[in-house]
């Protein structure tokens, strides 16, 4: 789950990494009210896209008047498809050096790792492999002083700055391990004659330690399907095109929709309702799937956790229930696939054994409709 | 031989008397594994499909030291049950469960780092040494010995290629599910590391999916160490940018882990990459003829 960079700044206070004083407003009159208090401001639409500095959803203002302006002006305006509900007003810091700082996981490590850069901003993503120095952590040990020195001396820091840095990054580290942290990048951050200050926030915090972590409010970004999708617990993801494809996994319904497209056909969506799902759960599945109208159904089916006379259960319940009328392909293999067959031939329906047939049938299907 | 597991391997259940665990303990004992306990705090003194069951690690242990063990803890409590199983001095662990919290997979490997213990997993479908053992809950039916070695990031999609081996009569030595989260124990090249120096292996099937770059360090290992055929097929041609397809291996981002820089990768290393599952048989049969 992303936060808002507001909700990180929030939480990197607690943590005692320095950020810039702000002010969360809705509208513009509080923006203008914010930027009474604090003079020369930088306001900053809170949305989840990056870029926004490029895309004009950061503005700079030195009075009430123009910052009201301002703010109407980026409440309006769309950015990577959203538009922001809050702004950021902050007191504009003077920044002599932007500096580059993250903490993520780096999975081949199996370790988080710590990111710095002494050339941060806007174009990051452009700096050479050489100026951007990667450090991970062994969690037994933490982030301690020896690497945040080793670290320094690899930029070319040293003096103040080393001091900043050896306040700092345990910080980041520590925030980044306790509040469940996918990402925690402070980019730029800042460095200010009163020291570094973040003068961004962009935190990832793990979907799967939420549970963790009760205080932070749930943020979504996705359409209404998909919300409804994430509150079954189901994978799913919208495409363009007319076969709705269901699988069990990730990398098989991948394949599937690969062979959709080999076949000539489009996948209408990704649906993996995962493993070990019972009944009611693939019930549910269905159910969200036929609600998308789509022209046929694939539903193809390996059972290892997952079991093909569940499978077959859930889809004859549903037919009875709701009724299936459009055209559907069939595959079931796998744990328990000789019940599941039976299943499905008391209720009429035919079902495939190999992937390949299935899905060149879902294709002729969608050619005959 | 076959590689990590085999018919000797005594294996423990965490996690037996729960709904996932008691059945694949059923499944598991069907398939031949010596599955010697079952712990579940609190259920000590019961018995799952004729296996006992403990209150503790430990306490299993005190009867009979399990070499393996095969986690089924909802993902909250995996990493204590994981730590717990790494104390007692388990060295090869399964984790069963999808959705463990990155920083507690982050400790958990760690410990096994520093106790020299092989962890598979998490979020993976587990392992299987054709005939002699299965620690997992991969459909029996389909693995049946021979001499492929076969390692994957998915599970179904794995399933689906062993199948269509099995139905050409190809079998397989070892069938290695590294799990689909973005911190796992074992990566391809340590599997694939295993199968060249494992004699009974004569190729290996690879199976991958767009996002990360594990295919890619594959490659450079398959490029510089390997001397026997690899064989590879990979999922999410068609899929977008930018989604995540279901775990988080699944997805592009910046440009990286697409399915183009895959392909060839494996391709310049000296791999066969299959455009479908079904194409895999005929290019092993090829590759292994072919030696």
Redesign the interface.
Known sequence: MKLYEYLGKELFERYGIPVPVGRVVENADQAAKAAAELNEVVIKSQVLTGKRGKAGGISFASSPEEAKKEAERIFSMELGGFTADKLLVEEKVQIEKEIYLALTVDGAAQRPVVLVSLDGGMDVEDVPEERMIRWPVDVTVGLQSFMVREICRKLGVEGSLQKEFLKLMPKVYKFFREMDAELAEINPLALTPNGLVAADAKVTIDDDALFRHPQLPRIKEKTALELKAEELDLAYVELEGDIAVMANGAGITMATLDMVQHYGGSPANFLDFGGGANVEKTSQALELLLGTNPKVLLINIFGGITRCDVVAEAFSRVRETKGIELPVSFRLVGTNETEGRAILEKAGIKSFTSMDEAVSHAVDLLNAS | MAIYINDKTRVLVQGITGN?GSF?TG?MLAYGTRVIGGVSPGKGGQSVEGVPVYNTVFEAAEKEAADASILFVP??FAKDAALEALAAGIKILVL?P??????????I???A??NNAVVVGPNT?GLVSSGASKIG???NQYFVPGPIGVV?????????IV?HLTDNDVGTTTVVGLG?D????L?FIDVLKEFENDPETKAVVL?G??G???EE?AAAFIDSSMTKPVIA?L??????PG?????A??IIE?GRGTFESKVEALTAAGAKVA????KVPALVKAAIDGN
Do not use: N
């Open positions: 996932q694949h499944q993902a909250p069963i999808e959705h463990i919290p990155l920083q507690d997979a982050m400790d490997m760690a410990q780092r520093q479908f809950i991969m459909p994957s990031r998915s599970g179904t999609l794995c399933y689906e199948g689909g973005r911190v796992v124990g990566h199976v999916e767009i990360g770059s594990a360090e097929y999922a999410g041609k068609s899929a977008p989604k995540r397809m279901g775990h291996g699944a910046r455009d479908l599952p079904t």
